[in-house]
């Protein structure tokens, strides 16, 4: 499926309007003492009132023999799914660059329902995206992360995802990768 433009996208993140739209799709994950599993992610970037998109992803481990499309849709007949994660955000271009050249600098704020809120600063060029934290703060119970990556991409159709952590003592590592389809709907969004 090719990229499509909502319309009432702001002028200013037309540069993100590839990422519009809801998207579906299964990845693994692991990292430090969290042990690798499969995942089924629900990823959705949607035009706001203002110039930035609104974000939001949840992430479900998945039991052996579940399927991304089964898991987040909570099909009773499928295993056990657990909810591991949900964040939500708001994505932006860093303002004045109406005339510049490609990369475009991006402002990312996410909210982590663990206890964490990040930061992250970056650049899109094309169907890419790079994002570094540029800060973090956390509560006092949530998980110990002091860093983080993250890579975008789009590629013959999907959203393509890849995070980095550095947490609980160790150095920045793959966290979690995935392959997203566009999705029709916004179930479980």
Not at 100 to 129: H, K, M, N, T
Not at 152 to 172: P, Q, R, S, T
Request: overall charge negative; proline content about 7%.
């Amino acid at each position: 499926m090719g990229i499509t433009f909502d319309g009432n996208l702001a002028p200013e993140v037309y540069p993100l309007a590839w990422l519009v739209g809801a998207w579906r799709g299964e990845g693994t994950i692991g990292y430090g003492p969290i042990e690798p599993a499969r995942v089924a992610l629900t990823v959705e970037f949607r035009a706001a009132d203002g110039p930035y998109l609104a974000y939001r992803a949840r992430t479900w481990l998945l039991a052996d023999g579940a399927n991304a499309d089964a898991a987040s849709a909570g099909a009773p007949s499928e295993p056990p799914r657990r909810l591991w994660q949900e964040e939500a955000g708001f994505w932006r271009v860093t303002p004045n660059q109406a005339s510049a050249q490609p990369p475009f600098e991006i402002e990312v704020l996410i909210s982590d329902a663990a206890g964490y809120q990040s930061l992250y600063l970056g650049e899109v060029d094309g169907p890419r995206i790079r994002l570094a934290t540029d800060a973090m703060v956390r509560t006092a119970t949530a998980p110990a992360i002091n860093a983080a990556t993250r890579l975008y991409g789009h590629v013959n159709g999907d959203l393509l995802w890849a995070w980095d952590i550095a947490g609980f003592g160790h150095e920045l590592g793959s966290y979690l990768a995935a392959q997203l389809a566009r999705s029709d709907g916004d179930k479980d969004l």
